[in-house]
């Protein structure tokens, strides 16, 4: 049983780390002045796993749904 609890405790813990970056990117690239090697550094992240996709796919709603309720400005981003 405690094998099966560090497996967990580790799924978590990596759950976590990709919700973070996640959350950091999508700050970064509200910026509009991104350069190059950081939106390389984006897209080489994205596709690193589709796990990464749906968390940065989270991240973007989340903005939308905070930007309509007023809670943060307007978006830099383009695709918004």
């Given at each position: ?27 970064r ?35 939308s ?11 830099n981003?383009?695709?918004?």
């Amino acid at each position: 049983m405690e094998g099966h609890e560090e497996f967990r405790c580790r799924d978590l813990y990596r759950t976590v780390l990709i919700t973070q970056e996640a959350a950091e990117w999508y700050v970064r690239l509200q910026d509009g002045d991104v350069p190059l090697a950081k939106r390389v550094s984006y897209i080489f992240w994205l596709k690193a796993s589709p796990v990464h996709v749906a968390e940065m796919l989270r991240m973007r709603r989340l903005g939308s749904r905070l930007r309509r309720a007023g809670l943060i400005g307007p978006s830099n981003d383009a695709d918004e």
